[in-house]
């Protein structure tokens, strides 16, 4: 097993706001949606059945945790998941839920 040092303040902030990502069954859902294809706000209200306005909330938030990325395509603004880490992360996550 590896060992992790003492984080810091800083780094331990950061590694709870990432988690608290995956704190709302709304975002994990919109996050899973994410992962398998990028899409608009109005794909994703529909796939996860929340209103638009809560999936922009949500998106708008991960957003600010550089979790998730926005791509413009004319007027229409597609979401897609930023970095690999993120993916495994919440792969590994899914995964461990579902063994148990």
């Not at 331990?12 to 995956?22: G, I, M, N, P």
């Not at 990325?69 to 930023?82: L, P, T």
């Amino acid at each position: 097993m590896t060992t992790i040092p003492i984080l810091d303040e800083h780094i331990a902030a950061h590694v709870a706001e990432l988690f608290r990502a995956f704190s709302d069954t709304s975002r994990v859902r919109i996050l899973a949606a994410i992962l398998e294809q990028e899409m608009n706000v109005s794909a994703l209200a529909e796939q996860v059945g929340i209103t638009e306005s809560a999936v922009s909330h949500h998106l708008r938030g991960l957003r600010q945790m550089h979790i998730v990325q926005a791509r413009r395509d004319g007027k229409e603004v597609f979401y897609s998941v930023i970095d690999p880490h993120i993916v495994s992360l919440f792969q590994q996550g899914v995964r461990h839920v579902q063994e148990e």
